[in-house]
């Protein structure tokens, strides 16, 4: 299991899996003051989180289901990346796509992190790609069914 280091200065608990076999860790809200998400507004939420994220790995903020699906409230770059050399506060850019305001309060789970393998690539400029069944075909090229 790798290791993240953390600094929290948000006073929230560490993020922590809500269940035995979750994927994410839900993150809080570390804001010093409610922040009211009129809708279809945005705001960077801070959550007093700084990483240090193994070479070779990055967090990804990804939203929370029951957030977006009781109060449309939802993480707007998702998933956002934390890449491994990035050493600022963690935070997460939420947007309200319901008709009602929102109001983040602090210590609110905003969020999940998910720790994600990666690897970099590297590129060979050749003439032409090999064939595949699909070819070319773009967003609905596959069918419904």
């Keep these: 299991m790798p290791t993240v280091k953390v600094i929290n200065k948000g006073g929230n608990p560490l993020p922590e899996y809500a ?3 979750s994927a994410g860790l839900d993150v809080r ?3 010093d003051e409610p922040v009211v998400l009129a809708p279809l ?3 960077i939420v801070p959550t007093g989180l700084y990483l240090e994220i193994p070479r070779g790995y990055e967090v990804q903020v990804c939203p929370r289901s029951g957030l977006a699906a009781k109060k449309g409230v ?3 770059n998702s998933p956002g990346t934390i890449d491994s050399d990035y050493r600022g506060e963690v935070c997460v850019i939420l947007v309200n796509l319901s008709s009602e305001p929102f109001t983040v309060e602090r210590g609110e789970r905003i969020a999940q992190l998910i720790l994600a393998r990666y690897e970099q690539i590297q590129w060979e400029e ?3 790609l ?3 069944d ?8 596959t069918g419904t069914k």
Excluded: D, I, K, P
């Design 130 to 132: 090999s064939s595949s």
């Design 19 to 21: 269940t035995e076999f």
């Design 134 to 141: 699909r070819g070319e075909g773009g967003f609905g090229s």
């Design 126 to 128: 050749v003439g032409e």
């Design 29 to 31: 809200a570390a804001n």
């Design 74 to 76: 939802t993480v707007l």
């Design 41 to 43: 507004a945005r705001a």
